[in-house]
């Protein structure tokens, strides 16, 4: 893990993804990925190796076992932070609907935007708008973060 970590590198790298087609459970950047693939990814590119790999999983396997798995992953690997108390490089977790588990994850870019893969489209970058910002359930920061 590289003590040299900036907020600048996750971001720059999170760019980096951007067109990339959303293929689920991929994790290759200009090949395909999906948004859990978008952070595992970036992690390869700035830490190492991934510390676990998350097996296969179907598009509602979060809604089937009723778990935060995403989010338990997260905080194994990951600095938990309050949901709304992050930053640009930090990863963020979504939940469709109040009681369903998160499912969804994104790497802020700024306080008001990220990069993120879903359905249907390539990676790219939006603005966190008040949809976005009413289902935030989680956010991480990476570890070794430097500032």
């Known amino acids: 893990m590289s003590a040299s970590l900036t907020r600048d590198h996750i971001v720059a790298s999170a760019r980096g993804w951007i067109g990339?087609?959303?293929?689920?459970?991929?994790?290759?950047?200009?090949?395909g990925c999906d948004c859990l693939g978008l952070v595992r990814g970036v992690w390869r590119e700035l830490i190492g190796p991934e510390p676990e790999t998350p097996g296969p999983y179907g598009a509602d396997w979060a809604e089937a076992s009723g778990l935060e798995r995403l989010a338990e992953a997260g905080a194994r690997h990951f600095t938990p932070l309050s949901a709304f108390d992050f930053a640009a490089g930090d990863v963020l977790l979504f939940r469709w609907r109040?009681?369903?588990?998160?499912?969804?994850?994104?790497?802020?870019?700024?306080p008001t935007s990220m990069v993120h893969a879903h359905d249907g489209a390539c990676v790219c970058e939006v603005q966190i708008g008040s949809q976005w910002l009413q289902r935030i359930a989680f956010a991480f920061r990476f570890p070794g973060l430097a500032d």
């Open 98 to 110: 109040e009681g369903l588990p998160a499912k969804h994850a994104a790497i802020a870019t700024s």
């Open 20 to 31: 990339t087609p959303y293929r689920h459970q991929a994790s290759l950047r200009g090949v």
